[in-house]
């Protein structure tokens, strides 16, 4: 069964750090692009980062650039991202998906053509 799994979502107080990770199963993300990607309640989706398949090569929001830092170790089937000095409008469940892309640029921070998405996890940011 192909799975993404998200794990390492909290609350912590502004200015403070957390780290999500992304598990698959079922299938490996050595050949894959993988983003993340946040919703916070009453707001559209939005890209946050994401990483070539080798790891070589990412991308981030401008509302993030700076503060969050994706890697990925494909030995292990995981991606993870670091997020350092949250904000509260970091607030927001976190999915990470998993998509080929043959050309890999910033199209990557939108979510067309992903084909795999995990659950999610939140993360909420208040005193």
């Known amino acids: 069964q192909v799975q993404l799994v998200e794990s390492g979502g909290g609350l912590v107080q502004p200015g403070g750090s957390l780290r999500v990770s992304c598990a698959a199963s079922?299938?490996?993300?050595?050949?894959?692009?993988i983003g993340w990607f946040r919703q916070a309640p009453g707001k559209e989706r939005e890209g946050v980062s994401c990483?070539?398949?080798?790891?070589?090569?990412?991308y981030y929001s401008d509302s993030v650039k700076g503060r969050f830092t994706i890697s990925r170790d494909n030995a292990k089937n995981t991606v993870s991202l670091q997020l350092n000095s949250l904000k509260p409008e970091d607030t927001a469940v976190y999915y990470c998906?998993?998509?080929?892309?043959?050309?890999?640029?910033?199209?990557?921070?939108?979510?067309?053509?992903?084909?795999?998405w995990g659950q999610g996890t939140q993360v909420t940011v208040s005193s």
């Open positions: 990483i070539s398949s080798g790891g070589v090569t990412t």
């Open positions: 079922g299938f490996t993300l050595d050949r894959y692009v």
């Open positions: 998906a998993a998509r080929r892309m043959l050309f890999f640029g910033s199209k990557c921070l939108q979510s067309d053509d992903y084909t795999y």
